[in-house]
């Protein structure tokens, strides 16, 4: 039983830490505002559920996740990414309560509020005993790649004109660097990675509905990356932990003692408090950006 | 028939409401630069300051509204001493106090959130239904029209004559040159943050009356607002009643028009979506604002 907890819970830390690592790379490494990351980890989520229920394997899910995911993040970057850096913010927040609306109303396609069960669950009939074991491991090698990949694309060229469009994005424009086409480039990757993540979520819990997508969501992963550390990998991962201990803990606590506050009430509001402390006190995070001197 | 006289009175409530929460975040906006996502918490917490006076203390609904003004404006003030004005001496980015906006709207919410639950509650006032050119308008509603459309008379004379107005206008134009002129920059600002909260903290009295309160109310009515302030240019004032009316009026024409295709008017938040959207590709400095804003 206690094995069992720890696994979901690493599970659970592997599937935010992609996401976070997708957020880091749009807002830590390029401070694009996505307010809206929950809708492509929601798009992910649905796709890849929806295939497997009409019977597709688990991979052609994903990757339909995937580029779906992908797809959107471009379109919904194409209109705001010209413009000032808050029109971005409000343009993704609208776009994910809108998405949540259709999974609510369309339920032809989604079953409405009540949701989608019964979501196959990869190699499950293969594994029984074994499941949990399986799935973190698997989450792991996913939150490998997207952190290895990420650190990659930081690293190369690519990378490097994405942060100096960070610090200045006027300087590397005339350079006669395209700095729009940076910006949509390194959206439509992050996309792609929440999509990732929203697909691994729906397999794992083999049930979702469309409460699950609040914008809440979003920004418990902007936490996630604010306290680990902007624009570095390892300080989102750590933030995914922080933030998935303090998750639990509010629920744990429950058992032991009365607060007289609702666990979910409480998270919300550290995760509130946490996120205007760290902006005032601690805007570079637990474990910092490395600058690289060149 | 998508248009009725039924059809101009709701529009004309709809933008009466979205007019008050408007012209604090188009000010807040304009004068700090920065999109506040905690607005709409404004919006809530007025309500819920008013359902004190009115069911909790059995006192008549108008002085509710009084105390929703001014409590919500103090608590406009209040965050930005305990937030914003900090991060304005660090000299903190945009994105910083957008951030931050989100982190004092988790909290205020789900303070809220905790302390008077999840339910939808009711006010307690008598309300006559009146016909008129064939629909029906309530006296809550005709109170609604004419203390906002007193509420806009008061502020453009606030803006035109008085010294605080004045001031407040030279500040949105050219901070700099407005420090210069000997303006107290920091006291200006403590009137636009108590106005503009005092306004948001009406129209969640308003909006709570006409409909229902919920902790979700202001959230509910954010996207909107924030293409008020779009479509009419951030930081006009009158592009804003403009835009709030245009908003009003789409909203309730494309609701008719949604039951009408028999779909699912649930999508109403979509219309202020797609009017964001439209501004953005068409004229991203709305219809009063400068080009330089984008």
């Known amino acids: 039983m206690f094995q069992d907890y720890i696994l979901d819970t690493l599970i659970y830390i592997g599937i935010y830490g992609i996401l976070a690592i997708s957020l880091n790379l749009e807002a830590g490494y390029t401070r694009l505002m996505n307010f809206g990351k929950v809708a492509f980890f929601a798009i992910g989520a649905y796709a890849s559920a929806l295939l497997s229920i009409a019977g597709a394997p688990f991979l052609a899910g994903l990757v339909v996740g995937i580029l779906l995911s992908a797809m959107f993040g471009f379109l ?16 993704t927040l609208s776009f994910g309560e809108i998405l949540r609306l259709f999974f609510l109303n369309e339920q032809w396609l989604t079953n409405g509020p009540m949701g989608l069960r019964g979501i196959p669950q990869p190699l499950f009939s293969v594994l029984d005993n074994n499941y949990l074991v399986f799935y973190t491991v698997m989450v792991f090698v996913f939150l490998i790649i997207c952190y290895a990949f990420s650190e990659k694309i930081m690293n190369s060229p690519f990378g490097i004109t994405l942060k100096a469009i960070r610090d200045d994005e006027d300087a590397v424009f005339a ?120 | 028939m998508p248009f009725s006289s039924q059809i101009i009175i709701n529009s004309m409530v709809t933008g009466s409401i979205y007019v008050l929460i408007a012209i604090g975040l188009t000010m807040i906006y ?87 639950g999840p339910q939808l509650r009711w006010y307690e006032f008598q309300d006559t239904t009146y016909d008129f050119l064939g629909g029906s308008i309530t006296g809550l509603q005709i109170f609604i029209l004419i203390s906002s459309t007193l509420l806009i008379f008061l502020l453009h004379f606030l803006f035109m004559k008085t010294r605080t107005g004045k001031a407040m206008r030279a500040i949105s134009d050219n901070p700099q040159l407005a420090m210069a002129c000997g303006i107290d920059t920091e006291n200006i600002l403590l009137w636009v943050w108590f106005i503009g909260g005092g306004l948001a903290g009406i129209a969640g009295v308003f909006r709570g009356a006409d409909t229902r309160l919920v902790p979700l109310l202001g959230w509910e009515i954010l996207l909107p607002a924030f293409a008020v302030v779009i479509l009419g240019g951030i930081g006009s004032f009158y592009g804003a009643i403009i835009a709030a009316y245009v908003l009003g009026f789409s909203e309730n024409i494309g609701v008719a028009v949604l039951s009408e295709l028999s779909i699912s008017t649930g999508y109403r938040p979509a219309i202020a979506f797609i009017i964001l959207i439209l501004v953005l590709i068409l004229r991203p400095s709305g219809i009063m604002g400068t080009k330089e804003e984008t």
């Open chain 1, 76 to 91: 919904v970057a194409l209109p705001a990414l010209r413009l000032r850096a808050d029109y971005l913010a409000i343009v």
């Open chain 2, 30 to 116: 304009k004068v700090l630069k920065f999109a506040n996502f905690m607005h709409a918490e404004l919006v809530t917490f007025g309500a819920y300051m008013a359902y004190i006076i009115n069911v909790s203390l059995g006192m008549d609904l108008v002085y509710g509204l009084i105390i929703a003004f001014l409590l919500t404006g103090i608590l406009g003030i209040i965050t930005d001493r305990l937030v914003f004005k900090k991060l304005r001496s660090k000299g903190s980015d945009v994105i910083s106090m957008m951030i931050a906006s989100i982190g004092i709207g988790l909290l205020v919410r789900q303070i809220i959130q905790e302390s008077w």
């Open chain 1, 175 to 294: 350079f006669g660097e395209d700095t729009f086409r940076f910006k949509v480039k390194v959206f439509i990757i992050g996309s792609a990675m929440a999509g990732i993540s929203g697909a691994l979520f729906a397999h794992y819990i083999a049930f979702i509905s469309p409460d699950m997508f609040f914008p809440s969501l979003t920004f418990s992963v902007w936490t996630m990356m604010v306290i680990g550390g902007s624009a570095n990998n390892l300080g989102v991962i750590a933030g995914a932990f922080l933030i998935q201990f303090l998750e639990r803990g509010t629920r744990f606590i429950k058992d032991f003692a009365d607060l007289g506050i609702e666990p979910s009430n409480l998270r919300i509001i550290i995760i509130g408090i946490l996120l205007i402390l760290f902006i005032l006190y601690k805007p570079e995070g637990i474990i910092k950006e490395r600058k690289r001197i060149l």
